[in-house]
């Protein structure tokens, strides 16, 4: 009998082979648990892919000329959602039908389920499906949500024994103790009076070895491609971000556990192509320099994408060596063009600043790509034209804006808590939908946008995600919401 069975649900990307799941299969596995993965979401996007254009329509819960496989992209995530749901899953009887049948091969203590907050929904009804055949395993689920803000009464306290709250390597470890000397009785005993466990952030990360993917079937992810982690958390306090507050205070692997984690990507796994998934690759300058000197001293030929912010100390010679090292590409938080509004949202930079590291950074041949948020609250007509002009005066140091979204106000971001003060008015729809007294509206906002990729068009910079698509869609099924 296996220990436990960890699993996802869609809609979830599926270039890379999942991180938090193999983070926890590797640490359970060094404290003498036995594991098996099954990446349903994966498997469900594949058998869309071979379904194409027909099908979809006539089920009716895809616009006419969308294929079953857009299911996954950001305009139509809400076909996840009833009552469009479980006409959804009724293509996908198959897929279910075979992780029922790897339970019953592989028999499992405890099934685990990641969630996020697009796969909840579809989630919580995988879970019923199993629970209706089994009253034995233990099925939890886990995420990066705060204790506070988990929908709790989504839950149903006959299907779900048990929710870990953000990181949850440790009290994965514990559950599985309890599992396999007191079954699953054993683990609502611990969560009788809270169905919420939380565990204080892992403080030396090394105790989790680096990642492996054992026991996962990886022909179902793009060749060459895969994620690493070489730290968690944020040491910094952007206005907006809630990120740091699901991810805690930063901390790091070790730069050995780092080289070693790439050398099982590269070696064992021919993956060579990889996203960093580090919040801020460059939260430690002096790090990161040795970890580049790691990978050129090993001769790993990586090619590798990372999260940055900005900062001083990221000088020309560092981004060299990061060239050096395989940088292909940076992700800048950059978030606004004007000095005024990056200091509402508490960056700690300045626009000047943003400048050299771009230019810095292209002289050094990698490839800059920068976030934007339109209609930060507070930000005027004035401010909007200073991001515009900077995309003007920056378009040879810039290649892509990697998001372009519209401001979402975000329950727990520090804006979130003094919205009263600040003269914010939340929608009870969307996070994007919320009002300034100023007259920051959503339309305001919209048009913005729509400036900022007309823009764009002119400049020849490319736009890789907007959310202009999601937000657009949400007005067409509810024009109120505008
Ligand atoms: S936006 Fe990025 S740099 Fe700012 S607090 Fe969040 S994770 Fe950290």
Partial sequence: MTNLLLTLCPPLPVVCPPLAMASLATYVRTRGYSVSLYDLNTRMAASASRVGLPGSFELGFLPRGVALREAWDDPYLDVWLPPRL?????????EIV???????????????FSIYR??????????????AVSDRITLILGGPFLPGEFPIEMLDREVVDAFVACEGEQR?????????????????ELTATNLILEQAPFQDLDKIPPLRYDGLDLSFYEPGKAHLITSRGCPHRCSFCTDRHYHGPFRSHSINNVLAQIQYLTEELGRTNLVIYD????????RLAALCQGILDRGFQVSWDALVRVNTATTAELLTLMKKAGCHALMIGLESGSDTVLRRMNKGFTVAEARHMLRDAKRA???????LIVGFPGEEESHHLETIHFLETERSSLDAICVLSTYHLMPNSEVWHSRETLGLLPA??????????DGNTLAVRLDRCEHIVGACMKLGIRIDNSSLGLIRNALEKEPSTS
């Fill in 86 to 94: 479980h006409r959804l899953l009724q293509h996908f009887e198959a």
């Fill in 98 to 112: 075979s992780l029922i049948q790897e339970l019953h091969r592989v028999q499992p203590a405890v099934v685990g």
């Fill in 118 to 131: 697009h796969n909840l929904v579809c989630t919580l009804e995988i879970a019923r499906r199993i629970r």
């Fill in 172 to 188: 994965l470890e514990h559950i599985l103790a309890r599992a396999s000397t007191g079954g699953r009785e054993a683990v609502r």
């Fill in 279 to 286: 919040l801020t690759f460059n939260a430690n300058p002096k």
């Fill in 365 to 371: 041949r990698i490839e800059t790509r920068i976030n």
């Fill in 428 to 437: 009870k729809t969307h996070t994007f939908a919320w009002e300034g007294k």
